[in-house]
């Protein structure tokens, strides 16, 4: 059984929540995402919360259970407070800027990299090293900073490249000079 998927999901004043059939539809004060969720999922609305519920007791419905219990909380989350992502850019002369929906990388190729983030994602560039992504959706924000780091990532001996704010770089140790 689902511990995860046992769990109401609470509603915040200020989010309406419209199920129709499998289809759920998320509004808040910052924008609309909609989801449509398995046959074997079935979800119940109370006053202020959301109760996930399956079909039949096997194992794989309680795994979906739980599944699209985190999805439609995070549904929720977003549109009422949002999902913000930090990257850093670290390397000499490495540095991002950002001019409407295009993020622009120079990180150690002879031309800068110009990145077009996808619609629904916002960024902007403080001390041109450290990037500020947003967006009500977290799985979009999560792919879309994956594909960020994918440009450049950082490398184990100085750590060059572009990486998360809370994403430790293990540092490994470089030749050193033999005696002769």
């Given at each position: 059984m689902s511990r995860i998927g046992k769990q109401p999901i609470p509603v915040p004043a200020g989010v309406t929540i419209n199920i129709d059939g499998q289809h759920v539809t998320v509004k808040g004060g910052k924008g609309l995402l909609e989801r449509i969720v398995r046959d074997e999922i079935k979800i119940v609305q109370q006053a202020n919360e959301l109760l996930i519920d399956t079909h039949d007791e096997s194992t794989k419905s309680s795994a979906f259970r739980g599944l699209f219990r985190s999805l439609i909380n995070?549904?929720?989350?977003?549109?009422?407070?949002?999902?913000?992502?930090?990257?850093?850019?670290?390397?000499?002369?490495?540095?991002?800027?950002?001019?409407?929906?295009?993020?622009?990388?120079?990180?150690?190729?002879?031309?800068?990299?110009?990145?077009?983030?996808?619609?629904?994602?916002?960024?902007?560039?403080?001390?041109?090293?450290?990037?500020?992504?947003?967006?009500?959706?977290?799985?979009?924000?999560?792919?879309?900073?994956?594909?960020?780091?994918?440009?450049?990532?950082?490398?184990?001996?100085?750590?060059?490249?572009?990486?998360?704010?809370?994403?430790?770089?293990?540092?490994?140790?470089?030749?050193?000079?033999?005696?002769?």
């Open positions: 995070n549904m929720v989350v977003g549109v009422d407070q949002g999902f913000k992502k930090i990257m850093l850019v670290e390397g000499v002369g490495y540095k991002a800027s950002v001019a409407g929906n295009i993020l622009t990388l120079n990180v150690g190729y002879s031309n800068p990299v110009d990145f077009i983030l996808p619609e629904g994602i916002t960024a902007n560039v403080e001390n041109n090293t450290k990037i500020n992504l947003e967006s009500i959706d977290k799985e979009l924000l999560g792919l879309t900073a994956s594909k960020i780091r994918s440009i450049r990532k950082p490398e184990p001996y100085k750590g060059k490249g572009i990486r998360y704010a809370d994403e430790h770089i293990v540092r490994k140790v470089g030749k050193s000079a033999g005696k002769k």
